[in-house]
């Protein structure tokens, strides 16, 4: 699949629950990162990590959450403080040496509010 | 930070015309600009890219200019085809720290009609 993997494929998430999104790779890259795609609004950052046990918000933090305890790993958390969370996901990961290389996608999550 | 305009938003083309996609950008030091190709539910996946020190970059029937000066890029499909059809994604390195955190244009949905 890429060498990055994200699960599940369709989620649903009733008012005010948590849910988590899966995203895994094993292509030994160092950074990781999460975007939400909207119709006619490209693809917004949400949360980005370079290393193990840190990360940095993005331009559309506010009811999201990260954690990132393995390098392969980068699970993305949409509490319900997100007010909208209906959207598509894209999980990708780069390397970092050198700095000039483009991202390699995981195939998304459509999250949708019921 | 980082900020990505592109245009057109929608475009649609005879098969065997060309298409021009153009994007502008706001960090004066970014340096890396990738394209993308997202076909309708699918991962987007990187078709070309160039680095600041490089002002055109071609392969095949697709190709990218870079004006540092006026600080726009833009794409250029030769000979298009059907399956040019989806939309294609710019976006651009900032220059000022973040990794390789890449900041994405809004998309331009492109259609090759026979």
């Known amino acids: 699949d890429g060498g990055i993997t994200q699960s599940p494929k369709y989620l649903f998430r009733k008012e005010g629950q948590n849910v988590t999104l899966s995203c895994e790779q094993n292509l030994n890259h160092d950074a990781m990162y999460w975007y939400r795609q909207d119709p006619g609004q490209g693809l917004r950052l949400i949360y980005y990590s370079q290393i193990v046990n840190d990360f940095q918000k993005g331009d559309i933090a506010e009811g999201y959450s990260v954690s990132r305890e393995k390098k392969e790993s980068f699970p993305l958390t949409v509490t319900s403080a997100q007010k909208n969370p209906t959207a598509f996901y894209l999980c990708a990961s780069s390397i970092l040496q050198g700095g000039l290389y483009g991202y390699t996608f995981g195939s998304g999550t459509r999250l949708t509010v019921v | 930070g980082e900020n990505v305009e592109q245009h057109p938003s929608t475009l649609s083309v005879q098969e065997g015309d060309s298409a021009v996609i153009k994007c502008t950008y706001s960090?004066?030091?970014?340096?890396?600009f990738p394209w993308y190709k997202q076909e309708l539910g699918k991962r987007p996946q990187l078709i070309i890219d160039?680095?600041?020190?490089?002002g055109e970059k071609k392969d095949q029937r697709i190709a990218v200019t870079l004006n540092k000066t006026a600080k726009h890029f833009s794409l250029h499909i030769t000979e298009t085809q059907p399956e040019d059809s989806a939309v294609y994604f710019c976006?651009?390195?900032?220059?000022?720290?973040?990794?390789?955190?890449?900041?994405f244009g809004t998309g331009t949905q492109l259609k090759v009609e026979l």
């Open positions: 160039i680095r600041s020190n490089v």
């Open positions: 960090d004066s030091a970014s340096n890396y």
């Open positions: 976006a651009a390195r900032g220059g000022t720290g973040g990794g390789n955190k890449l900041t």
